[in-house]
């Protein structure tokens, strides 16, 4: 399972086929957008294309894929997949990557340290409104 750092990043990736949605726990991510409302959809779109002055992003290359791109991020919105702490008043640190891998184990849990990152993922998964099942 990936957590994504990146909502730009993340995104690009999934578009790209690089990344599987079905191995996506959650993007966590420092936007603050609607994917269905047009204002905030047209602002993260000028963002991303580097049509507002911002440097130029990945996202440049593919200007005429808008409603593919604006898709990808209503099915991560819709799934519950979207994680946008601004939204309750908190922030996301910038990482060196956009990805980060976590392995859920299936067995039962005895050793303390394994316990403890298990209830640390159950609280990460907890995040994302429609969780898969594990």
Known sequence: MLVGTSFSKCLLDL???????DDVLVIVTGTDFDPYNDTHWANIWEGYTG??????????????KEQEFREIAVKLYDGGVLHQPRQYGGFTPRTP????????????????????????????????????EW
């Open 51 to 64: 049509r507002r002055g911002l440097s130029l992003s990945a996202w440049a290359q593919y200007d005429d």
């Open 15 to 21: 578009y790209e086929g690089t990344v599987n949605y």
């Open 97 to 132: 990557h956009h990805w980060l891998e976590t392995f859920v184990p299936m067995s039962n849990h005895n050793n303390p340290a394994v316990q403890k990152a298990w209830e640390k993922y159950q609280t990460l998964a907890g995040l994302t409104s429609n969780p898969k």
